[in-house]
């Protein structure tokens, strides 16, 4: 294929994977290595492609005019669903493998110059090898190539006669022994391939094995069937397939010897008859119950003539269409299943030979009442209600699984039988969807009810119609009718209707899709639904530029995702990992709304409502700093603390309101009176207990848009799930009703959880990594609370105090100075842990353990390992009894360890341990610690180098996850004041806070009178 003259972008792994996913790209490379793709065509800004994917051949498409929210489809399920799929990524790896192949057209000219050696003249005639008989072969079928391995010792196996190859087999997506392929499964097999399968089966007594013993003729023969295709690899090199040079494998055909001269040719026998002197005779025909032992004997074809026309004669009467089965089948392969009959009668011939493949069905036969006749041996059903039942469940399996063929006679009798489907039919009606599903629309459902109650799985009609209950769509039905219904102990009914709200759409398109092939669901149902099943289908949320550009790409989608529950008057999850970004998503969300001025699905203007966001009283300060960084033309309001708004009047002429559970609790009357544009809950945890305050609060609300946001993944009960939904989307998820079994009540929280998932996005730092910084640093702000913050402010007028004393006394400069250094470290300790300096101080009100409590339980559910640095080490002490409290295993690492290296070991190589506590000066430098993978300074260490350096603990060589760096500052204190000076006096600061060099730090005291203000 000529490359394209237009610039094409560079399809790599991080394009790829940021485009459609890890999971998806992983798919599409097997289809890419599988050489699935047979075409790819740039004609900017479109890729197109053709892919065989074994079961059909696909035309994916990939629009680039925006390389954010790109457009694709193809003619797949997903496909027509405008979905990124996995026929879309193998062509742009199929197209991206080109243009690295163009870069080397010159070497690939020089080569093609070079002449081939001829290939040896074929022989006249190739001998003839049995069929394949252990795996079905079709030009619909999935994929297959054969791998050879060959072994290390090659050369001294040849020599004793007795190499041992290992076969495997590439079928589809994967690789598996060539014995363990699946029999009933239809394989697209190229013609080399299919040589090589006869072989191994004339080998191995008519089976595949994945283990042979072959002489160096043999592996010869085997070769010569495959020669050019690089299918054969050593063992010990299994990703590097040996390169064909001239016909041979170097380092393998010269230990084969030389290949055997071909016999000639012999004439082929003439055929043996049992007359010496045969003479023409008139061809006769003989009964189905004669074996063809008796035909062929001449000596007994008078007996078996007049044999068979008195049985012949007794049969014929109660069985007047046996003649015309018995004629009719004889036109067909005895190499397959042959079936005939009618709806009284039914005669199933078996395929000769291979009796192991075929045992199944034999045995299926049985089971159904089938007799065999050893004189015509088919298998004989003669009951009409057996016949129409056994129709009924195993007809399609018949054609599905055994690819049977059916007689004429067959077809010229049964033409008028229906075979029940899922028939479904969605109306929409008032923005909502009418979903009605049925078994077979010709048949009266009563009849249809009596006979199921009967055992019948077939109706008759007046005037002679039948439909046949097939057994699948019955069972198809009935999981449908459980499914959507949520009832595990429906009884079946031939007819199902249900009227679905925008929630459900989702949900029951998951199962049609499943249970109803081709099913496709209205375009209004499309719009509503397709987005939640694929964030790549999702339409960009209206972001202002300026705050667009901050996003990354998976941002984006987040919000997009936000926007288009909001739309639709949804409710969603996102359950992103730590560290990426979800406050960050949702006040996207939040400007969106407030600036588009409008309500969801064009209601109420929502710019005349604010938003509202409620969070842990440890993060309202956070929430606040976040706002005003990036979306700071929102006017944003804390209603937090004793100074807080009295009337709904106050609140109302602002665009957000930030506020915590706790107020939430106390001002409910308050704040439950307004109407809000969209309610946030982050933290999702603190409402998971459903009977809880908080939960019933923020469940109260009046607000259009309700979202939640936690990294801890939410799927642990299905209690917690119905206290989240219980919020965004109140009756969307149901408790169990009334008394169930144990097996009713396992399927009904399944399909709640099932149920629920949709709505909840979760990505990891895995799946983003390619897009993120191999190292998030984060900050953190902890609003101090009224009794620390008075604790605080104390200290701070003591220090202050004590400053002005020791300056009027008259002390000289260094001894003030030594004072304001031992003033400020209180101050840090102030923060840090009020318990440092008064054992009698509660640990419930300390805003950093708080603080700490949340991320704890983030990374424990996350599966994150945590190193918690302190400058502190009673406040470390304080951490490990709180720690201990909790029941959570850590390790301790300060100044007083003596077996440092064992420690870290222990840590590194026990992932049952999620936490380790460790010292600024004891652990800072000289460990190794990358079994964890999150990093918490629980106070600032003011060196930005120092800093770094205990990060790096985590962060170094032997790392395979992202590191998350999160520092603790206590809000409007000493510790933020040093915070916004770091990068100014980097160089004072180091000094400043260095305690070894306290007393000789060149340090202005106005410096540190400037950091008490």
């Known amino acids: 294929?000529?490359?394209?003259?237009?610039?094409?972008?560079?399809?790599?792994?991080?394009?790829?994977?940021?485009?459609?996913?890890?999971?998806?790209?992983?798919?599409?490379?097997?289809?890419?290595?599988?050489?699935?793709?047979?075409?790819?065509?740039?004609?900017?800004?479109?890729?197109?492609?053709?892919?065989?994917?074994?079961?059909?051949?696909?035309?994916?498409?990939?629009?680039?005019?925006?390389?954010?929210?790109?457009?694709?489809?193809?003619?797949?399920?997903?496909?027509?669903?405008?979905?990124?799929?996995?026929?879309?990524?193998?062509?742009?790896?199929?197209?991206?493998?080109?243009?690295?192949?163009?870069?080397?057209?010159?070497?690939?000219?020089?080569?093609?110059?070079?002449?081939?050696?001829?290939?040896?003249?074929?022989?006249?005639?190739?001998?003839?090898?049995?069929?394949?008989?252990?795996?079905?072969?079709?030009?619909?079928?999935?994929?297959?190539?054969?791998?050879?391995?060959?072994?290390?010792?090659?050369?001294?196996?040849?020599?004793?006669?007795?190499?041992?190859?290992?076969?495997?087999?590439?079928?589809?997506?994967?690789?598996?022994?060539?014995?363990?392929?699946?029999?009933?499964?239809?394989?697209?097999?190229?013609?080399?391939?299919?040589?090589?399968?006869?072989?191994?089966?004339?080998?191995?007594?008519?089976?595949?094995?994945?283990?042979?013993?072959?002489?160096?003729?043999?592996?010869?023969?085997?070769?010569?069937?495959?020669?050019?295709?690089?299918?054969?690899?050593?063992?010990?090199?299994?990703?590097?397939?040996?390169?064909?040079?001239?016909?041979?494998?170097?380092?393998?055909?010269?230990?084969?010897?030389?290949?055997?001269?071909?016999?000639?040719?012999?004439?082929?026998?003439?055929?043996?008859?049992?007359?010496?002197?045969?003479?023409?005779?008139?061809?006769?025909?003989?009964?189905?119950?004669?074996?063809?032992?008796?035909?062929?004997?001449?000596?007994?074809?008078?007996?078996?003539?007049?044999?068979?026309?008195?049985?012949?004669?007794?049969?014929?009467?109660?069985?007047?269409?046996?003649?015309?089965?018995?004629?009719?089948m004889e036109n067909f392969s005895h190499k397959s299943v042959v079936v005939d009959g009618s709806p009284h009668y039914l005669a199933i011939r078996l395929p000769s030979g291979d009796t192991a493949s075929v045992q199944p069905l034999r045995t299926l036969l049985k089971a159904e009442g089938f007799m065999l006749e050893p004189?015509?041996?088919?298998?004989?059903?003669?009951?009409?209600h057996k016949v129409l039942?056994?129709?009924?469940?195993?007809?399609?399996?018949?054609?599905?699984?055994?690819?049977?063929?059916?007689?004429?006679?067959?077809?010229?009798?049964?033409?008028?039988?229906?075979?029940?489907?899922?028939?479904?039919?969605?109306?929409?009606?008032?923005?909502?969807?009418?979903?009605?599903?049925?078994?077979?629309?010709?048949?009266?459902?009563?009849?249809?009810?009596?006979?199921?109650?009967?055992?019948?799985?077939?109706?008759e009609a007046e005037g002679g119609a039948i439909?046949?209950?097939?057994?699948?769509?019955?069972?198809?039905?009935?999981?449908?009718?459980?499914?959507?219904?949520?009832?595990?102990?429906?009884?079946?009914?031939?007819?199902?209707?249900?009227?679905?709200?925008?929630?459900?759409?989702?949900?029951?398109?998951d199962l049609l899709d499943e249970l109803c092939e081709g099913w496709q669901p209205p375009q209004a149902w499309q719009s509503r639904s397709r987005a939640l099943k694929e964030v790549g289908?999702?339409?960009?949320?209206?972001?202002?530029?300026?705050?667009?550009?901050?996003?990354?790409?998976?941002?984006?989608i987040g919000v997009a995702w936000f926007w288009h529950l909001y739309r639709h008057q949804l409710g969603g999850i996102l359950a992103d990992e730590m560290g990426l970004g979800k406050t960050l998503q949702a006040l996207a969300l939040i400007e969106c709304i407030v600036t588009q001025g409008s309500g969801p699905s064009g209601g109420k203007p929502a710019a005349k409502r604010p938003a509202l966001v409620v969070c842990p009283a440890s993060l309202v300060e956070n929430w606040l700093r976040e706002t005003a960084r990036f979306t700071p033309n929102l006017k944003t309001h804390k209603h937090h603390g004793p100074k807080r708004a009295k009337e709904p009047v106050v609140l109302e002429e602002y665009d957000l309101i930030i506020t915590s559970y706790g107020t939430l609790r106390q001002d409910a009357e308050l704040l439950g009176t307004m109407d809000w544009c969209v309610v946030i809950g982050d933290e999702a945890q603190h409402i998971k207990n459903r009977r809880s305050q908080n939960a019933k609060t923020l469940t109260s609300l009046h607000a259009d848009g309700r979202f939640l946001l936690t990294g801890t993944p939410v799927e642990n009960s299905l209690d917690d799930l119905l206290s989240l939904f219980s919020f965004l989307m109140p009756g969307y998820l149901q408790k169990p009703a009334g008394k169930m079994s144990q097996d009713d009540k396992a399927w009904h929280n399944k399909r709640q959880a099932e149920r629920a998932a949709a709505y909840i996005l979760r990505r990891t730092?895995?799946?983003?990594?390619?897009?993120?910084?191999?190292?998030?640093?984060?900050?953190?702000?902890?609003?101090?609370?009224?009794?620390?913050?008075r604790f605080y402010q104390d200290t701070l007028e003591k220090t202050r105090r004590d400053i002005f004393n020791l300056e009027m006394s008259g002390a000289n400069?260094?001894?003030?100075?030594?004072?304001?250094?031992?003033?400020?470290?209180?101050?840090?300790?102030?923060?840090?842990?009020?318990?440092?300096?008064?054992?009698?101080?509660?640990?419930?009100?300390?805003?950093?353990?708080?603080?700490?409590?949340?991320?704890?339980?983030?990374?424990?559910?996350?599966?994150?390992?945590?190193?918690?640095?302190?400058?502190?080490?009673t406040a470390l002490q304080l951490l490990a009894e709180h720690l201990e409290q909790k029941g959570h295993k850590f390790c301790y690492l300060d100044g007083k360890t003596k077996n440092r290296l064992a420690i870290c070991d222990q840590f590194n190589e026990d992932e049952s341990i999620p936490v380790?506590?460790?010292?600024?000066?004891?652990?800072?430098?000289?460990?190794?610690?990358?079994?964890?993978?999150?990093?918490?300074?629980?106070?600032?260490?003011?060196?930005?180098?120092?800093?770094?350096?205990?990060?790096?603990r985590a962060h170094r060589i032997g790392q395979t996850k992202v590191v998350t760096s999160i520092k603790l500052i206590a809000a409007n204190t000493v510790e933020e004041k040093v915070l916004e000076l770091q990068a100014k006096k980097a160089e004072i600061l180091q000094e400043l806070f260095d305690e070894s060099k306290a007393a000789n730090a060149k340090v202005n005291l106005d410096d540190i009178k400037n950091l008490l203000k």
């Open 1 to 328: 294929m000529a490359l394209p003259s237009k610039p094409a972008p560079t399809f790599d792994r991080n394009f790829l994977i940021e485009l459609g996913g890890g999971i998806l790209f992983r798919q599409a490379e097997k289809l890419f290595e599988a050489h699935a793709v047979e075409s790819a065509e740039w004609e900017s800004p479109v890729l197109k492609g053709l892919v065989d994917g074994g079961d059909a051949v696909y035309t994916p498409e990939l629009n680039l005019r925006s390389t954010v929210f790109a457009e694709s489809s193809c003619s797949c399920l997903d496909g027509r669903r405008r979905k990124v799929c996995v026929h879309v990524l193998a062509t742009a790896l199929h197209y991206q493998a080109l243009k690295e192949e163009a870069k080397h057209a010159k070497v690939a000219e020089a080569l093609a110059a070079t002449p081939e050696p001829k290939p040896a003249p074929a022989p006249e005639k190739a001998p003839k090898l049995p069929r394949v008989r252990s795996i079905k072969l079709g030009a619909d079928g999935l994929l297959l190539r054969v791998l050879i391995f060959l072994p290390p010792n090659l050369e001294e196996a040849a020599g004793r006669g007795a190499i041992v190859l290992k076969l495997d087999a590439a079928a589809g997506r994967e690789i598996l022994p060539l014995n363990k392929l699946n029999p009933r499964q239809k394989y697209k097999v190229a013609p080399q391939q299919v040589a090589v399968l006869k072989l191994v089966e004339s080998w191995c007594g008519g089976k595949l094995s994945s283990l042979l013993q072959l002489t160096g003729a043999q592996l010869r023969q085997l070769l010569d069937a495959v020669r050019g295709e690089s299918i054969v690899y050593w063992v010990k090199k299994p990703n590097a397939p040996i390169d064909w040079v001239g016909g041979t494998l170097p380092g393998v055909h010269e230990f084969l010897g030389e290949p055997e001269l071909a016999k000639p040719e012999q004439p082929e026998p003439e055929p043996v008859t049992l007359d010496p002197k045969p003479e023409p005779v008139k061809k006769r025909s003989f009964p189905a119950n004669i074996s063809l032992r008796e035909k062929s004997k001449p000596n007994l074809r008078r007996i078996a003539e007049s044999k068979g026309a008195k049985l012949w004669q007794a049969r014929k009467a109660d069985y007047p269409v046996a003649s015309e089965a018995a004629a009719s």
């Open 375 to 384: 004189s015509n041996r088919k298998w004989w059903l003669r009951d009409r």
């Open 389 to 459: 039942n056994f129709l009924a469940g195993h007809w399609k399996a018949l054609e599905r699984d055994w690819q049977a063929e059916f007689t004429d006679n067959f077809k010229s009798k049964l033409q008028a039988v229906e075979v029940s489907a899922l028939r479904v039919e969605a109306k929409e009606d008032g923005g909502k969807f009418a979903l009605e599903v049925s078994l077979s629309q010709s048949t009266d459902e009563m009849e249809l009810r009596r006979a199921l109650a009967s055992g019948k799985n077939y109706v």
């Open 467 to 509: 439909t046949l209950l097939d057994r699948t769509s019955v069972e198809q039905l009935h999981q449908l009718e459980r499914s959507v219904s949520g009832q595990a102990d429906r009884p079946f009914t031939p007819t199902f209707s249900k009227r679905l709200e925008t929630q459900d759409l989702i949900d029951v398109e």
């Open 537 to 556: 289908a999702l339409e960009a949320a209206p972001i202002r530029p300026g705050f667009d550009a901050i996003l990354r790409t998976y941002q984006r």
């Open 765 to 789: 730092k895995k799946e983003v990594a390619p897009e993120l910084p191999d190292k998030i640093e984060k900050t953190f702000f902890c609003e101090l609370g009224n009794k620390q913050q």
């Open 813 to 873: 400069a260094g001894r003030v100075q030594f004072a304001a250094f031992t003033e400020l470290l209180r101050l840090r300790q102030a923060c840090v842990d009020p318990r440092i300096l008064d054992e009698e101080f509660p640990a419930k009100d300390s805003a950093k353990l708080a603080a700490f409590d949340e991320v704890l339980d983030e990374c424990l559910d996350a599966g994150s390992r945590i190193l918690v640095f302190s400058s502190f080490v």
């Open 916 to 952: 380790f506590l460790i010292s600024l000066k004891a652990g800072g430098t000289g460990l190794n610690l990358t079994g964890a993978d999150t990093v918490v300074h629980y106070d600032p260490w003011w060196n930005p180098a120092a800093e770094a350096q205990a990060t790096d």
